[in-house]
């Protein structure tokens, strides 16, 4: 039996909202009937084509706007641009992110300094713009979308790691500020899911190893993982309707695996 999830109505805004991860998120409040504005980069034509498809195929608003998450006035100007055109700002889900690897010694400046932008102070921005207009309504919840990397490390993952264990301690500072508020923050720390990115990384490692890609999913990429199984998108849009319906009101502050084991240990 489908789940009523009381959000129709609401308005969302999902960073890096494009593809992956956060593309699935979006359609999974839309079909709840949740307005929702999509954010990242991309070709323009099939953005707009899959914001049409998106629109067409629920009850909801679906609109674009292209904040670069390195900007902070841009962001601003995102959680402004919900608030103008649908209302008010119910849901916040920050999941914008890029990776990069190497080792400390040899991490280009540039690359820690973009990453830190986007996978750690864009939160920061976007959260700081939402919170007002969550308070005044009496009621808002923030997801941010951290990684099993925000609770372990992992070697030559420096700027990941470091962005990601700030996205879980910026959540639980959040939340002790908010708790009174009727606003939630929580993080979702998933294991690895197979999106474009990794299937990419899929690709090239098989290459670099000189093995069949079924070797480096098993091996390498969910060598951590201990079902040895990806994160199905559909898993952590179900933590997420979980976490901004009234059923997810006493939770804040959490940290919230879904990781096929990986942070048991």
Known sequence: ???DYNLEGQTAVITGSTSGIGQAMAAALAEQGVNVVLNGFGDPAKIEAYRLAMQKSTNARVLYHGADMTKPGEIADLIAYAQAELGRLDILV????????????????????????????????????????????????????????GLVASPFKGAYVAAKFGVVG????CALELARSGVTANAICPGYVKTPLVEAQIVDQAKARGIAPERVIEEVILAAQPNKTFVEYSQLAGMLLYLVSDMG??????????????TAA
């Open 1 to 3: 039996m489908a789940v």
């Open 94 to 149: 920050n999941n914008a992110g890029i990776q990069h690897v190497s080792p400390v010694e040899s991490f280009p400046d540039d690359r820690w300094d973009t990453l830190i932008a986007i996978n750690l102070s864009s939160v920061f921005h976007a959260t700081k713009a939402a919170i007002p207009l969550m308070k005044a309504q009496g009621r808002g919840r923030i997801v941010n979308i951290a990684s099993a990397h």
């Open 170 to 173: 910026f959540t639980k500072a």
């Open 249 to 262: 009101a006493s939770t804040t502050g959490a940290a919230l695996s879904i990781d096929g084991g990986w």
